[in-house]
């Protein structure tokens, strides 16, 4: 299987399948003498983790992350760096119930890749998906939290701003507001509405979808180039790559096609400092491909998760006609642990473009 890894100079290559002994990912091309321990990437692994409250999946996994290579102690100071080889890291799995795959393992999962992964390969692990299962975002929330280090000074921050039909009041946004509820939600209003909601999906077996809206602040101008490495379409695959990914869009995306020209135009004047100062960010931080300086705001829409109790309609491998209702356990809404992953897809797009404006400019 080909295309397991992502980026360019910053280059990430995952492995692993959802009931393996172990996921894992090498990270290459990360710069020497950055600073890095284990504890600073378990920390944005552990707000990913399954099993922290009952609207994610129960499997308990503790997501304990080793790593294997690319760091060692500076020589003047002790303090643990890079050391611009490769940085090996490593999650071992733990609590795989594989049995609860067995009946479907001659039959597709409506909704799920197993039809086009076995056309594609003649072959699938069916245990939870295997390959592309999303138990393999752990390493790219990993890798994320590395290439956070690549570019200081950017903040990187994830909320959940829609579920199923209810949005949020964006007159109630307040970042502090994600770490107190489940969701990930800067709304509390809509955090408590979204806590019942979901309880009535999760009882009765089903699930629902989400959008999540990314934001980096402190992206500095000219990352990106104008045709063919423009920042946004990079983002726009990197957040494609996730697991039940629908839809994409920078800045004001499709709400762009009702505006006026005066409307969408970002006026410019100089701020106190001398510097460009925008009146708006209908384009979400990106003009022509390339950072101009301003919030770069991605979103992207998640669909419900597949896996439901409900009986659907399928085929066995064989081609005979049957119903399939998937056992296991499943996130009622996969858009809740989606949040760091495309955070972390945010950081990884960031650091590769971070250096290749370097090897550029300078």
Not at 146 to 161: E, H, M, N, S, Y
């Amino acid at each position: 299987m080909s295309h397991n890894s992502f980026g360019h100079l910053f280059r990430v290559t995952t492995w692993g399948e959802s009931h393996g002994p172990a996921i894992g990912c090498t990270v290459d091309g990360c710069p020497s003498l950055i600073a890095l321990t284990r504890e600073e990437i378990q920390k944005d692994l552990d707000r990913r983790r399954p099993g922290q409250s009952r609207y994610t999946t129960q499997r308990q996994e503790a997501d304990q992350v080793e790593i294997l290579s690319g760091v060692f102690a500076h020589p003047e100071t002790g303090e643990q760096v890079t050391t611009g080889t490769s940085i090996g890291l490593i999650i071992h799995n733990t609590d795989q119930r594989s049995k609860d795959y067995g009946n479907i393992a001659e039959r597709y999962r409506p909704g799920h890749a197993d039809y086009t992964y076995d056309a594609k390969y003649g072959v699938r692990d069916y245990r939870g998906g295997g390959r592309s299962s999303a138990r393999e975002t752990a390493m790219r929330v990993a890798a994320g939290a590395i290439a956070r280090k690549v570019v200081p000074g950017v903040t990187i921050r994830g909320a959940l701003v829609q579920m199923g039909p209810h949005k949020i009041n964006r007159d109630n946004w307040d970042w502090n507001e994600v770490g107190n509820n489940p969701f990930f939600c800067p709304d509390k209003e809509a955090a408590a509405l979204w806590a019942d909601y979901l309880d009535g999906i999760r009882k009765s077996g089903s699930s629902i979808g989400a959008v999540i809206e990314i934001v980096a602040s402190g992206v500095p101008v000219g990352l990106g180039a104008p045709i063919y490495a423009k920042l946004d379409q990079d983002l726009a695959s990197a957040m494609m790559s996730i697991n039940a990914v629908k839809g994409v869009e920078i800045g004001e995306g499709f709400n762009a096609a009702c505006l006026t020209g005066e409307e969408n135009a970002d006026e410019m004047r100089l701020g106190p400092d001398g510097q460009p100062e925008y009146l708006s960010n209908h384009a979400g931080g990106i003009l022509g491909g390339i950072s101009n300086g301003q919030d770069v705001v991605v979103r992207f829409a998640i669909k419900p998760t597949s896996s439901i109790l409900t009986p659907k309609k399928s085929i066995t491998r064989s081609g005979e006609e049957v119903d399939v209702m998937t056992k296991g356990r499943h996130d009622p809404c996969v858009g809740i642990r989606a949040v760091p992953v495309g955070e972390a897809m945010m950081a990884l797009v960031l650091a590769d473009h971070t250096l290749l404006h370097r090897a550029q400019q300078g």
